[in-house]
């Protein structure tokens, strides 16, 4: 490919070019900074190839058609692209464009995002001696540039990869659209124009470019569009027996059937994930009356889901998901509710608190209700509070949000990680508790362990596991826990002293002991090779032989997992927990032990058996 003659240096210029574009207006703003703030990341990455002695190069591309070129080439290829988006879609202006042009952006914000994430899975960070720190930042991009992928829909054709060569200029439209019409049909047969009428064949038309909707949607059908890339033209003409959806049935946006119709301040009813994206997008009128909206809050429209729920029945048609029963909190009061959090007023605000901590802890119909009413900023604010009941049931309200998935994205963009750490670290005991558990809830996306990590939090959940309430400990170990999952925070968990408390935690005979919660965490860092150092500097062989000689399976299994990681080249620690008496419950492991068990066993028995030929 063309692009695989740029040089590191070219590239660097490249990526500088695209910090300097402005992401601060127009309809794609959001993706537009979403998109530089990923290439951003990339830029050390660059730095260091550019250093390396192994700078890919143009004869290299040409002699080899390996993945280590390729790469390269991919990158190159979605970065220039990236710049030349970026420059359209910041310029671009929704009342002086067609509805195809803001298609043609969509559909190369996907093109970009896989083409820079397809790069950068197959990067070959040994070839170019890629940093620990660099490879943080690749990993945070490539996990944002999945998500992202999952938002936009994915992409299996090369038809598609195609476009990313084009430029995205104004007068540029009329290629694009060119490259566009290769695509089958059959994947835009369900998006109409919005000023198409009724059909009395199918209420779906062809369109020669991806609908809008797939940009507007955070939840897009990714499955829908990969079985339309590869349908048959045979499937177009089955459509013409499907029913008409009644007109009123269909999302003015997405011109799709409604699951979870909402009603706006103008009175016009959409699909929450479409209009809530295009509120996200900073779009300040309705997109069908192109008033000014009032104000953002969505309304259950429960009358028409009771309607399309009994049309769906009545043409025996699968129900789309949605509310399953009507929201406990009245919309209304809950934005009055959110009012009185701003008030100076201590009391009102501690009583509004409090309702919301209530209404949050029910249903998710209300958590629902509660951040689209907007308080999640200001709840997160409140976590400073200098008033210790205020901030209680602040991190409280935050912990019952983040349960529902959607939430998690708004309470990390309103950057809340560093006042719950704040609270981890100076709060009281029952704050303290539920900010460990909102970092936990938190990370169960991947993208946020990296960010919480890198926040400081680990230190802060350690000083809770070691000093801690009896359910302080236990939050903060399921939080370190799953941060341990990703490799970058187990170098920050045994620095910030892990170890030790872990270890103390294997011997604890009391009625609240943690010994499997311990031993599942240090599993996870059996293979980070200072962890194993610390777990040897503590003395922890002894206590895992104790356990590996009489506790309950899982426990067994995991102190075998642990012994099998520090001692498999070791030949005097192997010696050690032969003379400790690792043998005998590690036959009895290998034989009646869980499949991962015996095999940890079976292996550490094979250990020692070579060990001690050797030195007889």
């Known amino acids: 490919m063309a692009g695989v003659a740029v040089s590191p240096a070219s590239l660097l210029d490249v990526i500088a070019e695209i910090a300097e574009i402005s992401a601060n207006t127009g309809v794609f703003k959001k993706d537009c900074a979403d998109l530089a703030r990923r290439v951003c990341l990339l830029t050390h990455l660059v730095e260091e190839i550019r250093d390396s002695p192994q700078t890919p190069t143009a004869e290299e591309s040409d002699a080899s058609s390996s993945c280590e070129c390729d790469w390269w080439s991919d990158l190159v290829v ?31 914000f996907q093109c970009v995002t896989w083409k820079l994430e397809k790069a950068l899975g197959n990067l070959p960070y040994d070839r170019y001696d890629i940093s620990d720190e660099v490879r943080e930042h690749v990993e945070l991009a490539r996990l944002q540039l999945r998500r992202a992928m999952q938002r936009y829909g994915s992409l299996n054709s090369k038809k598609f ?31 109409p124009s919005s000023d198409e009428k009724k059909l009395e064949s199918p209420p779906r038309r062809k369109s020669s470019s991806v609908s809008l909707a797939f940009f507007l949607s955070k939840d897009a059908d990714n499955e829908r569009l990969e079985k339309a890339i590869t349908k048959t033209n045979d499937d177009d003409s089955k459509k013409s027996d499907n029913l008409t959806i009644p007109e009123d ?4 946006i997405s011109l799709e059937l409604m699951k979870d119709p909402v009603i706006v301040s103008t009175g016009q009813t959409y699909e929450r994930s479409y209009i809530q994206r295009w509120i996200d997008c900073g779009n300040l009128r309705c997109p069908k009356t192109q008033q000014k909206l009032g104000n953002f809050a969505l309304t259950p429209n429960y009358v028409l889901r009771s309607l399309i729920s009994q049309w769906c029945t009545k043409h025996n048609i699968e129900q789309p998901g949605g ?3 009507n929201c406990e909190g009245d919309m209304s009061k809950i934005r009055a509710l959110v009012r009185k959090l701003s008030t100076r007023s201590l009391q009102d605000r501690r009583t509004a608190l409090s309702e919301i901590r209530s209404l949050s802890k029910r249903s998710s119909d209300n958590r629902i209700l509660i951040a689209e009413a907007g308080a999640i900023p200001i709840l997160v604010k409140l976590l400073t509070s200098e008033d210790v009941e205020t901030q209680e049931k602040a991190v409280t309200c935050v912990l019952n949000l983040s349960i529902y998935e959607s939430n998690k994205e708004l309470i990390m963009l309103a950057g809340a990680v560093t006042s719950i750490v704040q609270v981890l ?8 508790e539920n900010a460990a558990a909102t970092l936990f809830s938190l990370s169960l996306a991947d993208e946020n362990k990296i960010i919480i990590g890198a926040s400081g939090a680990i230190p802060a959940l350690v000083n809770l596991l070691e000093n801690g309430s009896v359910r302080g400990k236990k939050d903060a170990a399921t939080a370190l826990f799953n941060l341990c999952i990703y490799e970058g925070n187990k170098g920050r968990a045994v620095r910030a002293g892990v170890v030790n408390p872990l270890v103390k935690m294997l011997s604890d005979t009391s009625s609240h002991r943690m010994v499997t919660e311990a031993l599942t965490i240090l599993s996870v860092l059996a293979g980070n090779q200072d962890a194993k150092t610390a777990m040897l500097r503590a003395n922890a062989i002894p206590c895992l032989i104790a356990l590996l000689q009489k506790d309950q399976p899982r426990n067994r299994e995991n102190a075998a997992a642990i012994l099998f990681a520090i001692c498999k080249r070791d030949k005097e620690k192997l010696i050690l927990i032969g003379k400790l008496g690792a043998v005998v419950p590690l036959m009895e492991l290998s034989r009646d032990g869980t499949e991962r068990a015996k095999r940890k066993a079976s292996s550490l028995l094979e250990l020692l058996r070579k060990s001690s030929q050797k030195l007889c």
């Not at 200029?169 to 566009?180: F, H, I, N, P, Y």
């Not at 049935?249 to 003015?252: A, S």
């Open 425 to 432: 670290r100076a709060g009281t005991e029952e704050a303290k």
């Open 323 to 325: 509310y399953t029963k």
């Open 249 to 252: 049935f269909l999302c003015p």
């Open 78 to 108: 979605g970065l220039q692209a990236a710049k030349r988006l970026l420059s359209a879609a910041t310029c671009f202006q929704a009342r002086e464009s067609s509805e195809g042009a803001a298609k043609r952006i969509s559909f190369q």
């Open 161 to 191: 990869s195609t476009a990313l060569s084009e430029p995205m200029e104004k007068d540029a439209s009329r290629k694009v659209t060119e490259k566009l019409e290769c695509i089958p049909e059959t994947i835009h047969s369900n998006i």
